[in-house]
């Protein structure tokens, strides 16, 4: 029996859908919203890359969600529905960090060399990114942290002769900072996608590493912040 299985990703402003038949890509429906819209789309994105594939709910044999680091509303919304269909269909619940499965996404389409270094970075607002490190054959050297990012911040690795790959939402907004810095190259269109989250889905269910749906909460990172209105009066 095939295990199909269906991605979320809803951590950035980018809300995501894909649905794989052993680790392969059967259908993928997303879009950028700068408004995250999440809330609206994500249910009728969800049907619509069921009826690409051509599966009913009941052929699924798992759910994934991207966990965080990201969005604290958007990683609400996406772990909800996850966690919402996983019960109701009584399948498992795997989750994969997002800067695991972007990495992943840009390894499997870029050919790199042990010289490179990819930095999947998250915007987490003003000049500060959730980041780490990860190598040219995917291994992660860093914990994730939440980061503010200067033009030294990569000094270590380009004086080795490395070229530092910045990758995800966070990254864009480096462009100017980094544009004279030769070995630090921004790939500000390269964002989270629910397609990159397949290997690491694949590995999980062969693995059985499941969530408990009664505990399993996103990966935030940091506590929410709550920012009280103004008065206009």
């Known amino acids: 029996m095939s295990a199909n299985i269906l991605h979320l990703e809803t951590s950035t402003k980018t809300c995501s859908v894909a649905l794989s038949s052993d680790d392969k890509l059967l259908s993928l429906v997303e879009s950028m919203d700068l408004n995250y819209s999440h809330a ?18 009941k052929d ?18 996406g ?10 269909l009584d399948i498992p619940l795997i989750s994969c960090n997002t800067l695991h499965s ?7 389409n870029n050919a790199l060399s042990s010289s490179d270094l990819i930095v999947p970075m998250i915007d987490a607002r003003r000049e500060e990114v959730y980041m780490n490190r990860v190598d040219n054959m995917g291994e992660i050297l860093s914990d994730v942290e939440a980061k503010v990012i200067t033009v030294n911040s990569f000094d270590d690795e380009t004086e080795k002769g490395m070229s530092v790959h910045l990758i995800g939402d966070g990254a864009a907004k480096f462009e100017d900072l980094f ?9 500000k ?19 059985e590493k499941f969530e408990d749906l009664a505990y399993f909460e ?8 709550a920012i009280k209105p103004r008065k206009i009066f």
């Open 40 to 57: 609206e789309k994500l249910n009728m994105f969800i049907e619509e890359a069921m009826n690409k594939a051509g599966l009913e709910m």
């Open 60 to 77: 699924l044999s798992a759910i994934a969600v991207s966990k965080g680091p990201g969005s604290f509303t958007g990683l609400r919304i």
């Open 79 to 88: 772990v909800s529905s996850a966690k919402g269909l996983a019960y109701a």
């Open 102 to 108: 972007l990495a992943k996404g840009f390894l499997l």
């Open 179 to 187: 544009k004279d810095i030769q070995n630090v190259i921004v790939h």
């Open 189 to 207: 269109e390269f964002h989270p996608s629910a397609q990159y989250m397949l290997p690491l889905s694949g590995a999980s269910f062969k693995d």
């Open 218 to 225: 996103p990966y935030y990172l940091k506590d929410f912040i």
